[in-house]
């Protein structure tokens, strides 16, 4: 089963705006991840965040987590037509030996150009 | 490329047939995970090895579906009987022996019973 959810469901932008997605979960956690998937292509990751930890930068990309909310969001600055992708995020339960991730349902971002 | 690599990329199968699928992690990843990802979902775990050792299996996995990795190298995912249901993307993804343990997926297959 689902970890959580992502919100928007979808979400549709113009070029050079910016794209917020959220993401809930439902556990204590040691990291959480955020990972994009193109039409047809695997999962390719993009940042990491451990449960320490509050805000992440990865070029145009700024990760927040707030575990007392059990939250996080990912924000896309300057979007780019090649951005057009599915965004998940992936929590790594806390105490758990396997790092197995928990995906959330994902948010279809279209960067119109 | 020293990615992870599946193989094949697409599957069509007749319902009731065996199906095998191989995963090649990246060369120096002791860890290995099988995800399956349905039309509009997320990946749901499947299965964890570290190194050749089966730690982990969900739910997901009924009898039909067995995994290996000899010798902790690529591994296998067999799914026998094969239903409509088990149709969907097949994910492999492997992390280092450190952590944080951020996962690199391969492409998936993809399979189809007919």
């Known amino acids: 089963s689902q970890q959580g959810e992502e919100d928007p469901q979808a979400l549709s932008i113009q070029e050079g705006e910016n794209a917020t997605m959220n993401c809930s979960y439902k556990?204590?956690?040691?990291?959480l991840q955020w990972y994009r998937q193109n039409s047809g292509r695997g999962l390719v990751h993009l940042i990491l965040i451990r449960s320490n930890e509050r805000e992440k930068h990865s070029g145009r990309l700024r990760v927040t987590l707030d575990t007392s909310k059990k939250s996080s969001s990912l924000l896309i600055t300057a979007s780019r037509a090649a951005d057009t992708a599915s965004y998940f995020c992936?929590?790594?339960?806390?105490?758990?030996?396997?790092?197995?991730?928990?995906f959330g349902t994902g948010t279809l971002l279209a960067v119109q150009p | 490329d020293t990615g992870v690599s599946q193989d094949p990329r697409h599957k069509i199968t007749k319902r009731g047939q065996n199906v095998t699928f191989r995963c090649d992690p990246i060369s120096e990843h002791n860890r290995l995970y099988w995800y399956r990802q349905t039309l509009g979902q997320g990946p749901e775990f499947l299965t964890y090895?570290?190194?050749?050792?089966?730690?982990?299996k969900s739910r997901l996995l009924s009898d039909r579906f067995s995994a290996e990795r000899p010798k902790g190298s690529f591994s296998t995912l067999e799914i026998q009987r094969t239903e409509q249901g088990d149709s969907a993307m097949y994910l492999c993804?492997?992390?280092?022996?450190?952590?944080?343990?951020?996962?690199?997926f391969g492409p998936g297959t993809r399979l189809t019973v007919t």
């Open positions: 556990t204590s956690i040691n990291n």
């Open positions: 993804a492997s992390s280092a022996r450190q952590g944080p343990y951020e996962q690199y």
């Open positions: 992936a929590t790594a339960l806390d105490g758990g030996a396997t790092n197995k991730l928990i």
């Open positions: 090895f570290q190194n050749e050792a089966q730690l982990e």
